[in-house]
């Protein structure tokens, strides 16, 4: 199944500003997989936290009940940043993204996009919110 998500997921990766139009459109949500903690500190505006340890079935359903919802993703690897600590960046083949994609598409979601762009927090087209 991994294999055919991530042959899936290479038609899924949108820029910032095919990112940001499709948050603000009907039944789409952003998903932050990262720590409660990560999120707290910052994230993209607008975007509901589910630790991505914590995806189960039940789970999702209850975030996500319609498995039709568009779920826009990023994670820590997608900021151009001087060091934070919310932000740390890992190795491009395991950003949290990967998983993320690959458990989504398992549990059913298949309307999933991935921000394939590093943006600089500079950016004024995002907006954050968060403690940092």
């Known amino acids: 199944m991994s294999d055919e998500a991530l042959k899936y997921r290479e038609s899924r990766m949108v820029n910032l500003d ?5 948050s603000k459109e009907a039944n789409t949500i952003i998903l932050d997989t990262r720590s409660k903690w990560a999120y707290d500190a910052f994230h993209i505006k607008g ?3 589910m630790s991505f340890s914590d995806f189960t079935a039940p789970k999702l359903a209850k975030l996500i009940p319609d498995k039709n919802t568009r779920i826009l993703i990023y994670c820590n690897n997608n900021f151009d940043t001087p060091k934070r ?3 740390q960046s890992k190795m491009a083949p395991l950003a949290l993204n990967i998983p993320t994609f690959i458990n989504l598409y398992g549990y ?3 309307n999933i996009y991935e921000l394939s762009e590093l943006v600089k ?3 004024k087209r995002l907006e954050y919110e968060g403690k940092q």
């Open 18 to 22: 095919k990112f940001n139009a499709m």
């Open 47 to 49: 975007a509901i936290q």
């Open 85 to 87: 600590p919310a932000i």
């Open 108 to 110: 059913g979601f298949k």
């Open 121 to 123: 927090l500079t950016d």
